[in-house]
């Protein structure tokens, strides 16, 4: 069934370094790919989001990038702050014959003063 | 603050009881979701609605049901609950359901269940 890989479970980054996480999907069909921040005990934020037509995408110390052909997408944060620190979801819009998103199992950023 | 509204925001009941989950979309937005949260596990998709109709179906069980009322919001009914139905239980809305809408989260349900 369709599914998606997100690794890795559990990051830790000191303050100022670079954070990656990383999505894998399987519907090849998919074409829109968010990625959510959630702090604990609160709602789901959108921080970015990337359509397949495009390969990167970038909101200041946030970029997004998508290989269609290897069906991964990763998020990468830069100059990582304590406030950063939550649970990272991505998720791929899922479109054969439905249309649902399928949420990857977080990860959760821990940014070390 | 999404625009998307949900309440109550704690609910605590018994094994074997009902309750239902309500939520109010951003306004403008047809489509309505809901995502089941558990501690410390990632978001399962439920059920989505467009415009009153269901439009897709994910891992619901059949304990529980989900309707879009006319004016748009949407309830979520459990019944027979469980303990392991003790979950945070989002609603998100997007305008149009397409593929490639933005989903706005609501704030979230924590239902309890003892």
């Known amino acids: 069934g369709e599914n998606v890989e997100q690794h890795p479970s559990t990051l830790s980054v000191q303050e100022g370094d670079s954070a990656v996480i990383k999505c894998t999907y399987s519907?090849?069909?998919?074409?829109?790919f968010p990625w959510y921040k959630q702090e604990l005990g609160k709602r789901p934020q959108l921080i970015i989001d990337?359509?397949?037509?495009?390969g990167e995408k970038k909101d200041q110390r946030i970029a997004v990038t998508l290989n269609k052909t290897a069906k991964h997408f990763s998020l990468h944060i830069t100059e990582t702050q304590p406030e950063d620190s939550a649970v990272y979801f991505c998720a791929a819009r899922h479109t054969s014959g439905t249309y649902k998103y399928i949420f990857g199992t977080g990860t959760r950023l821990k940014v070390l003063a | 603050d999404s625009g998307v509204t949900q309440t109550p925001k704690h609910l605590i009941t018994a094994t074997g009881q009902r309750v239902t989950l309500r939520c109010s979309p951003r306004s403008g937005d047809l489509s309505v979701y809901w995502y089941q949260q558990s501690l410390d596990q990632g978001l399962q998709f439920l059920i989505q609605?467009?415009?009153?109709?269901?439009?897709a179906k994910g891992n619901i069980l059949e304990r529980f049901s989900a309707q879009q009322f006319p004016d748009l919001h949407s309830e979520l009914n459990l019944s027979s609950l469980e303990l392991g139905d003790s979950a945070l239980y989002f609603c998100a809305s997007s305008p149009q359901g397409a593929e490639t809408d933005t989903q706005y989260f609501g704030p979230g349900t924590r239902l309890t269940v003892l």
């Open positions: 990337i359509r397949s037509n495009v």
């Open positions: 609605y467009y415009n009153g109709e269901e439009r």
């Open positions: 519907d090849s069909a998919s074409n829109y």
